[in-house]
């Protein structure tokens, strides 16, 4: 079973960018859906966007214009790239492998957006 692992979190400050890479433990090119999410401190975990093998995207309407989600099936690698971000961006973000009924989830890193 695959597994991911999250990096590039941490501290931005308002307007700032930030760029989160997934790495996969295998291939992904199978997997029809990736994406990210993320969970703020007392709030649900939502979607930020997702991405299918064949380069389709979905946003949500609180990114959209300012995150951009992107995969390499050959490095089994998928990238938010976040820019303008805000106090609300701040949450954990975790990258997510849809493989109904299982879904895979990384461990997260935290974002941080403060000045």
């Known amino acids: 079973q695959v597994q991911l692992v999250e990096s590039g979190g941490g501290l931005v400050q308002p307007g700032g960018s930030l760029r989160l890479s997934c790495a996969a433990s295998?291939?992904?090119?199978?997997?029809?859906?990736m994406g990210w999410y993320r969970q703020a401190p007392g709030k649900q975990r939502e979607l930020v966007a997702i991405i299918t093998n064949g380069g389709s995207t979905r946003y949500a309407d609180s990114v959209k214009g300012r995150f951009t989600i992107s995969r390499d099936n050959a490095k089994s690698t998928v990238n938010l790239q976040m820019s303008n971000v805000n106090s609300e961006d701040t949450a954990v973000y975790y990258c997510n492998a849809d493989l109904r009924p299982t879904w895979i989830w990384g461990h997260g890193t935290q974002v941080t957006v403060s000045s």
């Open positions: 295998g291939s992904i090119s199978s997997i029809y859906i």
